[in-house]
């Protein structure tokens, strides 16, 4: 029998992040670019170098393209990413001190600027254009579904996706989540992200190096990178490698790292958030007792 779920056309996903349920809150316009640029640098400043999920020049080569070709060409991948680290940069200097009630300030310039000088037109022109981090945040969330459900290499143009990109959009929203309340709540985001994390394999490396048979898959997590025409393959479908080219072991390099810095950012956020809310990670329970002993003193 065909549950209610499947009927409705939602997945559990779907409604565990509330995909299928029309945003509430205004989605903010996509900014112009002097606007983005701002928000972007106040992500990288302050919230990338506590949980580095992206890298600063892969992401600004993202920013550079979807600004020159504007928004026809513009994918969900490139929607979703985009909005939602315009939500965690309006909502890092939202509040801030210095900011005199503007979300855009010159916090981080020199601290000998005085804080009572009015605001340059500049400034007050990106205020004017500023919208608050849930509107970001709604205008992300509505390309999330497109997001992970494209295929892998279809959405980018250097074919990399897959469980990594899920892995980094549900990252993403935990950071958001750190700032602003945003359903489901933390404690669970940060859940998915663990179990996506395992199941990906990102908690263990075998040992066997980046030339070797057996190297990890770029997002599946499974034995053996993808040949990718470079060298020969064996019988199991790994790479001979004598014929891996400098090309090919660049990228294994490049993605082994990002494997590893996702799960350290997924393993610190569990550990951050586990001891924020008194979520346990250290049991306190005692060992039960064997089985027969247990047994004798309950008759």
């Known amino acids: 029998m065909t549950s209610s779920v499947v009927d409705s056309g939602t997945s559990m996903r779907d409604s565990f992040f509330g995909l299928q349920t029309k945003p509430t809150i205004r989605q903010a316009p996509f900014p112009d670019r002097e606007l983005g640029a701002r928000l972007v640098e106040l992500y990288f400043e302050h919230a990338n170098p506590q949980i580095p999920i992206l890298h600063r020049g892969e992401f600004m080569d993202m920013f550079k393209r979807v600004y020159a070709s504007g928004e026809r060409h513009r994918t969900s991948r490139e929607s979703y990413m985009l909005n939602i680290v315009f939500a965690i940069g309006a909502g890092i200097i939202l509040g801030s001190s210095d900011s005199e009630g503007s979300p855009i300030s010159d916090h981080g310039r020199s601290p000998t600027k005085s804080r009572s000088s009015p605001p340059s037109n500049k400034k007050r022109r ?157 049991s306190k329970t005692p060992l039960p007792m064997p089985c027969e002993i247990a047994f004798l003193t309950t008759i």
């Open 126 to 282: 990106l205020a004017g254009q500023q919208h608050q981090p849930e509107e970001y945040h709604a205008s992300a969330i509505v390309h999330l579904e497109n997001f992970l459900g494209s295929s892998p290499a279809a959405d980018r143009p250097d074919g990399f996706g897959g469980g990594l990109e899920e892995l980094q959009a549900v990252l993403l929203l935990a950071g958001f989540a750190l700032l602003r309340p945003v359903a489901p709540g933390l404690w669970y985001i940060v859940g998915v992200a663990v179990r996506l994390g395992v199941d990906l394999g990102l908690h263990y490396e075998d040992g066997v190096g980046i030339d070797g048979a057996g190297a990890e898959d770029q997002t599946t997590g499974t034995t053996a990178f993808k040949a990718e025409g470079h060298g020969n393959t064996t019988a199991t479908g790994t790479a001979n490698p004598s014929k891996i080219d400098a090309k090919e072991r660049g990228r294994r390099q490049w993605v082994r790292d990002l494997r590893r810095r996702l799960w350290w950012c997924v393993y610190s956020l569990d550990r951050l958030v586990s001891t924020c809310v008194g979520r346990p990670f250290v």
